[in-house]
């Protein structure tokens, strides 16, 4: 089977990589590590206006969606400028709304979601213990359950509401990447709903996260990739490019190879959006990314761990997204309780069966 973009989708991609290449973003990233969100709060409402976020909302709450490929051909761009902020964390909130049918906390909040007027960020059973940027957003959402699951039952979940000046939730948490700031989730606020149906609005949250990481990763590894491959074609050893050297050109095509399996898993997953076929795509497109990126810290060498070149951006951010949302051990599990151990291999190829 073959995914290939229709014209509008492609238009739509070229427009969001010549607005981001005009933004410059290496400087906006750092400016977010160190929480000057001026410049990213501008890029984020150009990126609104551009229509990104309106992809998950559905248009009763003036949104364009929900668009699964549309956002995974967005998220590919916005991981090739390593885009900072709770980007999959608004897209989860916008869909864990969506799917809750409180027309009240849905037509509250979603419209600025769509907009970009708000930030959002979100707490998911299955998502990580931290939540993204909490300082930054506008809008918390965390979902719990207040007893413990057990074999045969799950509890009844709770949907939480929290804003910016709820306070600090406790000491920032380290994270590979300086641009991403995570902290532990607001244990109350504002009860929006609980039952059954959260649980479920929690699950399918949880999938469009993992859907739009693992296009956020394969754009970082693309990013990765294409700078590796200018600069090999630059530096000189022996008076000819190092980009000359067999060796080298084996390490770049097998990062080129691996993306390149990675992205129809990715359209494949975004067209069922089945929860094993987005895990298997999360996999692939997050080992891939990471394989590329060890890849371009070997071929450029010292320079590749200084903060100031810009690659460490990127190098960064594809170790941080590779276990953001579900680690590979969690979204092989997920292919499994599907496809079975036989299929897992075809399905999940790309990544270290041991990690």
Same mark, same amino acid.
């Given at each position: 089977m073959r995914f290939l973009l229709d014209a509008e989708q492609r238009a739509f991609a070229d427009s969001l990589n010549a607005?981001?290449?005009? $933004?410059?973003?290496?400087?906006?990233?750092? $400016?977010?590590a160190t929480g000057d969100r001026t410049p990213g709060r501008a890029l984020w409402s150009r990126l609104a206006d551009a229509g990104v976020f309106a992809l998950a909302v559905p248009e009763a709450y003036e949104g364009v969606g929900p668009l699964p490929a549309e956002l995974a051909v967005a998220f590919i761009e916005l991981g090739r400028h390593g885009v900072p902020g709770p980007l999959v964390e608004t897209v989860a909130a916008a869909v864990l709304l969506s799917e809750l049918g409180?027309?009240?906390?849905?037509?509250?909040?979603?419209?600025?979601?769509?907009?970009?007027?708000?930030l959002a960020t979100v707490a998911l059973p299955g998502g990580g213990p931290f939540v993204l940027d909490a300082e930054a957003a506008d809008i918390?959402?965390?979902?719990?359950?207040?007893?413990?699951?057990?074999?045969?039952?799950?509890?009844?979940?709770?949907?939480?509401?929290?804003?910016?000046?709820?306070?600090?939730?406790?000491?920032?948490?380290?994270?590979?990447d300086p641009a991403r700031h995570l902290?532990?989730?607001?244990?109350?606020?504002?009860?929006?709903?609980?039952?059954?149906?959260?649980?479920?609005?929690?699950?399918?949250?949880?999938?469009?996260?993992?859907?739009?990481?693992?296009?956020?990763?394969?754009?970082?590894?693309l990013a990765l990739l294409d700078r590796t491959v200018e600069y090999v074609k630059q530096r000189t050893q022996f008076g000819v490019p190092i980009g000359s050297f067999q060796a080298v050109k084996h390490q770049l095509a097998d990062a080129k190879?691996?993306?390149?399996?990675?992205?129809?898993?990715?359209?494949? $997953?975004?067209?069922?959006?089945?929860?094993?076929?987005?895990?298997?795509?999360?996999v692939a497109a997050g080992e891939a990314a990471y394989a590329t990126a060890r890849t371009a810290l070997q071929l450029h060498?010292?320079?590749?761990?200084?903060?100031?070149?810009?690659?460490?951006?990127?190098?960064?951010?594809?170790?941080?997204?590779?276990?953001?949302?579900?680690?590979?051990?969690?979204?092989?599990?997920?292919?499994?309780?599907?496809?079975?151990?036989?299929?897992?291999?075809?399905?999940?190829?790309?990544?270290?069966?041991?990690?």
């Open positions: 607005l981001l290449t005009a $933004a410059d973003t290496p400087p906006v990233i750092r $400016a977010w409180e027309s009240g906390s849905a037509k509250r909040l979603l419209p600025a979601l769509a907009s970009g007027e708000a918390h959402l965390t979902v719990d359950s207040p007893e413990a699951p057990t074999r045969d039952t799950t509890p009844p979940a709770r949907l939480h509401l929290s804003g910016s000046g709820s306070g600090p939730t406790g000491s920032a948490r380290p994270s590979l902290t532990l989730p607001h244990p109350t606020g504002e009860l929006l709903a609980t039952g059954p149906h959260v649980t479920h609005a929690a699950a399918q949250a949880l999938t469009w996260a993992r859907l739009a990481t693992a296009a956020q990763s394969l754009g970082v590894g190879i691996a993306l390149e399996f990675a992205r129809p898993l990715l359209f494949g $997953a975004a067209l069922s959006m089945a929860p094993a076929d987005v895990a298997a795509a999360k060498g010292a320079i590749g761990y200084t903060a100031e070149y810009d690659l460490s951006l990127w190098l960064t951010k594809a170790r941080a997204l590779r276990t953001a949302w579900g680690s590979p051990a969690e979204c092989r599990a997920e292919v499994l309780t599907v496809h079975g151990p036989r299929s897992t291999d075809s399905a999940v190829s790309g990544g270290d069966p041991r990690s």
